[in-house]
């Protein structure tokens, strides 16, 4: 079975730090991967999306990701966080090849930055 | 803004009161689910629907049931609510073309069952 891990479960960061979130997936073959964001009080959004092609992908709010299939792991970045990022973060992962789409969540991130 | 709608958005009952969750989405999408989420945990699938009358169960187990009469409407029901069931609620819909995984959430209906 699929499995999604992100092993920071809570970080704080001052505005215009760097942010790096690990996301690591167990399945050994074709898979689309996701981020999304839940910001306070607000419904879960896509915050950017890896589908094949190019593996540094680039979302929304100055956000990117990379994939690195060697690793199994899909690593969202962020070069200068601002307050307005403090969310919950999620990585997710879909196994393209089971057929009907199930996306996995990990257990989520919750990022806060203060000013 | 999101074209998928969860009411109520906050649900206080009473032991063994029977509750719905409504869901509905206006974007015309065939797969609809439903998704528990509680704080500091992975968001666990308890349903889902590939279109009109088709319905699974997913891969936490649940209590709740749920029916797919329309393609826009994906309700959840508990016949006899718990403490066990205080969560949060998250409908969500997909579509089949392309088939990528994307999901599309609502805001959510947080459940406190006394």
């Known amino acids: 079975a699929q499995s999604v891990s992100q092993h920071n479960h809570h970080v704080i960061l001052s505005e215009a730090a760097s942010l790096e979130l690990g996301c690591n997936y167990s399945?050994?073959?074709?898979?689309?991967l996701f981020w999304y964001v839940q910001y306070p009080g607000q419904h879960l959004q896509l915050l950017l999306k890896y589908f094949s092609g190019d593996p540094l992908v680039k979302g929304i709010k100055g956000f990117e990701a990379e994939f690195i299939k060697s690793k199994f792991s899909f690593n969202l970045r962020k070069p200068s966080v601002q307050w307005s990022d403090t969310a919950e973060y999620f990585c997710?992962?879909?196994?393209?090849?089971?057929?009907?789409?199930?996306?996995?969540f990990g257990t989520g991130t919750r990022l806060l930055v203060s000013p | 803004e999101a074209d998928i709608y969860q009411t109520p958005r906050y649900l206080v009952i009473g032991t063994g009161k029977k509750i719905t969750l409504e869901c509905s989405q206006t974007m015309g999408h065939d797969k609809m689910y439903w998704y528990q989420q509680d704080p500091g945990m992975e968001l666990h699938l308890i349903h889902y629907?590939?279109?009109?009358?088709?319905?699974e169960k997913g891969d936490l187990s649940s209590e709740s049931t749920v029916s797919r009469i329309r393609t826009e409407h994906f309700p959840l029901t508990l016949e006899s609510a718990r403490p066990s069931h205080t969560s949060q609620y998250l409908c969500a819909s997909s579509e089949s073309v392309p088939n990528t995984g994307e999901l599309f959430f609502g805001e959510g209906s947080r459940l406190t069952v006394l």
């Open positions: 399945y050994g073959g074709t898979v689309n």
């Open positions: 997710a992962v879909n196994a393209v090849a089971t057929g009907f789409q199930k996306l996995v």
């Open positions: 629907s590939y279109g009109v009358n088709s319905t």
